[in-house]
């Protein structure tokens, strides 16, 4: 049982370049979501999905998309990166209200 | 809005010393409450969760008690080991059927000291 699984770990990228960070989830739960993870402002909410076909954004989605094709999916796009999307993303998933995430290990993105 | 609150840290204890990491919380309606660990270079895992008011969570010798009249969720372990250093997250979920988000609060980092 994997759990959340995200690649890569670790992705440099040159500003201006785009790219998608993997989100893989073989717990059959329909809510997903990415966060940014930054020094001093705890994770913030980039955008979540409900179930395959259904996305919102939440309250950083600038310079970010996201699809969700199927239900153990939900890749997070980086359109044209900048200096200010450098963070640790994290993916994470639930079965429900109330029960608490599953967190992948994270992406460590630096944008130079 | 939905908004948690957290102390700030580091906090930093010796070992055996007893434990508080405040978290207060700001949302309508009845959220579900929760805390989080995050060890060095990991994800956060889930350490304990509470769905109604005065319900108690625990987990590893940790636990939080889901205060309605204080919208209160500190977290309390009686004696932290060297291995419980690592960050805190308080957190809330709050939403209609069919959609819902967490906001979490922005951490506590935890240094025990042997």
């Known amino acids: 049982n994997a759990g959340v699984t995200q690649t890569p770990k670790f992705q440099v990228l040159k500003t201006g370049q785009s790219m998608t960070l993997q989100c893989a989830q073989d717990m059959n739960h329909e809510y997903m979501s990415w966060y940014r993870q930054d020094p001093g402002m705890g994770l913030r909410l980039i955008h979540y999905?409900?179930?395959?076909?259904?996305?919102d954004q939440g309250e950083v989605p600038n310079g970010y998309n996201v699809s969700r094709s199927t239900t153990e999916d939900f890749p997070l796009r980086l359109l044209s990166a900048a200096p200010s999307q450098t963070s640790v993303y994290f993916c994470a998933s639930s079965y429900g209200q109330g029960v608490g995430y599953t967190f992948g290990s994270g992406t460590r993105l630096t944008v130079v | 809005g939905n908004s948690v609150t957290q102390m700030e840290g580091p906090v930093t204890l010796s070992e055996e010393a007893f434990l508080t990491i405040n978290c207060t919380y700001t949302a309508t309606g009845y959220p579900s409450l929760f805390w989080y660990v995050q060890y060095p270079g990991e994800g956060l895992q889930l350490l304990l969760k509470a769905t109604k008011a005065d319900d108690k969570g625990s987990n590893k010798g940790f636990e939080a008690t889901y205060r309605k009249e204080t919208t209160s969720f500190h977290l309390e372990k009686g004696s932290v080991q060297v291995s419980d250093s690592a960050v805190y997250f308080c957190a809330l979920s709050r939403g209609t059927s069919g959609t819902y988000k967490y906001i979490f609060g922005t951490g506590t980092r935890l240094k025990v000291l042997a």
């Open positions: 999905s409900v179930g395959a076909g259904i996305t």
